[in-house]
């Protein structure tokens, strides 16, 4: 009896005698040290010789002889010969004359149900593309959202393009910088599994057989539930990846100025960073508030998408270093923004206020009319209601509008007054005087009649400032005045109520200014005569 | 004086051209190309081919694909590439030039 041992070559498996072995083994020893120097290329020739070796041993195996004896190795290496037999002078002029024929030409499309998310068809396009399978996941997602078309064209292309079934195919799919080694790995790997199988399977007895069928069972389910897992966490890096791309995108726009990308949101028109930060402009600190918000903003987003990045191409790879370093920048980023904002905090808190009084050129007039006049010219106004504010938007010109608030008093001398006083939040003291100047109310005298704009329109940009005015006309008493109707639209919720209400409604009716405020002329006359 | 050296380059350079105009007929792997030069006694041991094969292959004239095979692991099929007909070719013609020339050495 001779020991027998198991070989592997040329994708085949043998049971060989010992000493058979040992002679091959010689052999292949000396055409692996002769073709050494020529790397890869003598690599791929020793491949295709075990490939030819085996094939020459499958000969010699019969029906009654299952192992390869001696004799049969000396047949073969009689047969390919001995490497000083080889018509073969080295090839060493020709080392660097490398190979540059077209592997696409070998390359087929099939679907790789091997590192599928679902069909594989991505996967396949990658290995047909040479290009990583994530871009066509992307696109199907992408084209997913137009009209669904990434989904018809997956399915279509899950029906059309066969699975790539054997080894070879699985190599065409991939092309062909392929080394023997690959494919042999591959069927070696299939080759094990099938005999470990059978090896399973020949152990006789039922109790076994039962055994191996619950095993079976257990794995089938296991496979299923790895596959359900595998493809939620596909799930989420896609989901992850597309978040932090869209927010970066968005920041990117908003850092670059594209304001608009929040579309018809009058609220959110005006907020891009450099704007919200102005609230911090007059601080100095205005850069190092950029910063820390850029950064805040920046690391989650960049995180995202790495994380998205790893679960898809399912990197292990742990850069712990720069995790802690990036979160200790984070934190540091935080606290400095932190700090930041409770420094600047008393001027970010204050509300501005600017007063401008303007005595009108008086003549005696014996009435004076006041009329409100409307400086929309006919624009669209859309309010919207943000919390408690309330913003007036015009689309055509982008600016908000918001109405003043009027109230009508008793002058101390003679004169007559209009005095506008402007209110603005959020611009801290240092440049107050700037972020007044830029609202603007137009007011406007004509002979006896005084007009005031329905509306204080604010560039759409400055809505940070949450600025209003305040009109105050100081009437001399006995002054004799005619509102028109639409003041009341503008008047201080008191004296809306007192001269406003349905009762006693004061416009379009002479009043004139008493110590009490406005009264109609009729009933101070009236009153009048009845004291006399 | 040493004649091996130059068998073995009048052996190689035959064998090449022969190579060639085999896969110029069909796509084949190694073991009908073996059998062919055999069946004519252009080769006396089989490795000889795997080195020319390998060298065919990496200087452009040859390429292969994997094939499918109903016995054993998949084969590597060899096929002929647009340069390597060009070769063929230009092989062909000096063979021709070769043999007369030879043989009108040879019959004076």
């Not at chain 1, 070998?106 to 594989?120: L, P, V």
């Not at chain 1, 918000?293 to 995180?303: D, K, N, S």
């Not at chain 1, 005087?433 to 509306?455: A, G, K, P, T």
Request: net charge negative; aromatic share 10%.
């Amino acid at each position: 009896m001779k020991k027998t041992v198991q070989i592997h070559i040329g994708g085949r498996h043998f049971h060989i005698d010992e000493d058979a072995f040992r002679n091959l083994n010689h052999y292949l020893d000396s055409l692996k040290s002769h073709f050494a120097s020529e790397g890869e290329t003598g690599k791929e020739i020793i491949e295709d010789i075990e490939q030819r070796i085996a094939e020459l041993l499958e000969g010699k195996i019969t029906e009654t002889k299952q192992a390869i004896s001696i004799e049969d190795v000396e047949q073969v290496i009689a047969t390919l010969g001995k490497v000083e037999d080889f018509v073969y002078t080295g090839e060493k002029e020709e080392t660097g004359d490398h190979v540059t024929y077209d592997h696409r030409a070998n390359r087929r499309f099939y679907r790789d149900e091997e590192s599928n998310y679902i069909g594989g068809v991505a996967a396949g396009l990658g290995a047909y593309f040479d290009i990583d399978p994530l871009w066509f996941r992307l696109a199907f997602v992408g084209l997913a959202f137009v009209h669904g078309l990434g989904v018809l064209l997956y399915a279509i292309l899950w029906i059309v393009v066969p699975r790539a079934r054997t080894t070879a195919e699985k190599l065409q799919m991939r092309g062909m910088p392929v080394t023997l080694s690959t494919i042999k790995e591959s069927v070696n790997a299939e080759y094990d599994k099938f005999r470990s199988n059978l090896d399973n399977l020949s152990k006789s007895g039922t109790a076994e057989r039962t055994r191996n069928a619950f095993e079976n069972l257990l794995r089938a389910v296991g496979l299923i539930f790895i596959a359900i897992f595998k493809f939620i966490i596909g799930t989420i890096g896609v989901i992850f990846l597309v978040l932090g791309s869209i927010f970066l995108a968005g920041m990117i726009l908003v850092l670059l100025g594209f304001t608009n990308i929040f579309g018809h949101f009058a609220m959110w028109n005006g907020i891009d960073l450099p704007q919200f930060s102005h609230m911090f402009a007059n601080s100095g600190h205005y850069y190092a508030i950029v910063i820390c918000l850029v950064v805040l903003v920046l690391i989650p987003i960049v995180a995202l998408i790495y994380w998205g990045i790893k679960i898809l191409f399912n990197i292990r790879s742990q850069h712990r270093g720069l995790r802690a370093f990036v979160l200790t920048a984070w934190i540091l980023a935080l606290i400095l923004f932190i700090t930041l904002v409770i420094l600047n905090g008393p001027s970010y808190g204050l509300e501005t206020s600017g007063k401008q009084s303007v005595r009108i050129e008086q003549k005696t007039y014996p009435r004076i009319y006041l009329s409100v006049r409307d400086n929309t010219g006919n624009k669209r106004i859309t309010q919207y209601r943000v919390f408690d504010h309330r913003f007036n938007y015009s689309e055509w010109d982008e600016a908000l509008y918001s109405k003043p608030e009027l109230s009508l008093v008793q002058s101390e001398d003679e004169g007559l007054y209009l005095s506008v006083e402007k209110f603005a939040n959020n611009v801290g003291m240092k440049h107050s005087q700037e972020f007044l100047d830029r609202i603007n109310y137009h007011w406007e005298q004509q002979d006896s009649v005084i007009y005031i704009d329905r509306y204080l329109a604010i560039d759409d940009e400055d809505f940070w400032m949450f600025a209003r005015v305040h009109v105050n006309l100081r009437i001399p008493e006995n002054q004799v005045v005619i509102l028109s109707g639409d003041v009341c639209d503008l008047l201080e919720n008191d004296q809306h109520y007192r001269y406003c209400d349905r009762d006693t409604v004061l416009t379009g009716k002479p009043c004139i200014m008493t110590k009490n405020g406005l009264v109609l002329q009729e009933k101070a006359n009236a009153r009048l005569n009845r004291n006399n | 004086m040493d004649f091996e050296n130059a068998k073995a380059q009048m052996r190689k350079g035959v064998l090449e051209f022969c190579i060639l105009s085999i896969l110029s007929r069909s796509d084949a792997y190694a073991t009908d190309i073996l059998n062919k030069l055999k069946e004519s006694k252009l080769i006396v041991v089989e490795g000889t081919l795997y080195p020319l094969l390998s060298r065919q292959k990496n200087a452009g004239l040859l390429s292969y694909r994997w094939e499918e095979s109903s016995q054993g692991p998949p084969r590597k099929y060899y096929v002929l590439t647009d340069k390597g007909r060009e070769a063929l070719k230009e092989l062909e013609s000096s063979w021709r030039e070769l043999i007369d020339a030879v043989d009108s050495i040879l019959r004076k």
